[in-house]
């Protein structure tokens, strides 16, 4: 007789959950009608944390994908008028992108499309449970960030 792996089942009740945190963000983002994919939206929460309009290669390493796919995600937000790109005033062959007035607009869109997504996942927790709940994460996110 095989002994149960907790730390197995653990495993895979966080990949379920990741899976339905996605989906339910996806819908979520969907029903916004911003026009905007899942990986277009966290290209525009990235740009919001810098201070200055970034290199495609700094928000590739960032989002921790190869710089084609930043750029694929760029045309589009560019074709709707989300971004747009910039020279670098410094060296004219470096581009820099950057948020454009209807880009913030759609970031506070999408951020009340997110926070439902949150609480639509939450809801089944008592307030106790949630507060459990963001302490576990609180230590997960740190022991993250010791790595």
């Known amino acids: 007789m095989t002994t149960p792996?907790?730390?197995?089942?653990?495993?895979?009740?966080?990949?379920?959950?990741?899976?339905?945190?996605?989906?339910?963000?996806?819908?979520?983002?969907?029903?916004?009608?911003?026009?905007?994919?899942?990986?277009?939206?966290?290209?525009?929460?990235?740009?919001?944390?810098?201070?200055?309009?970034?290199?495609?290669?700094?928000?590739?390493?960032r989002l921790e994908v190869v710089p084609r796919a930043v750029t694929t995600l760029v045309d589009g937000l560019e074709a709707s008028g989300k971004v747009r790109r910039v020279?670098?005033?410094?060296?004219?062959?470096?581009?820099?992108?950057?948020?454009?007035?209807?880009g913030v607009k759609a970031l506070r869109e999408l951020h009340g499309a997110r926070r439902s997504a949150a609480q639509e996942i939450l809801a089944p927790l008592t307030g106790e449970q949630r507060e459990v709940l963001g302490d576990l994460l609180d230590t997960l996110v740190d022991g993250e960030r010791r790595c």
């Open 5 to 61: 792996d907790p730390d197995g089942l653990l495993a895979e009740q966080l990949l379920r959950l990741t899976r339905r945190v996605h989906r339910i963000q996806k819908r979520h983002i969907e029903q916004s009608g911003l026009g905007v994919t899942p990986a277009q939206s966290r290209l525009l929460r990235t740009l919001a944390h810098y201070p200055a309009p970034p290199r495609m290669a700094d928000l590739a390493e």
């Open 87 to 102: 020279p670098d005033p410094a060296n004219r062959r470096v581009i820099r992108i950057e948020l454009t007035d209807d």
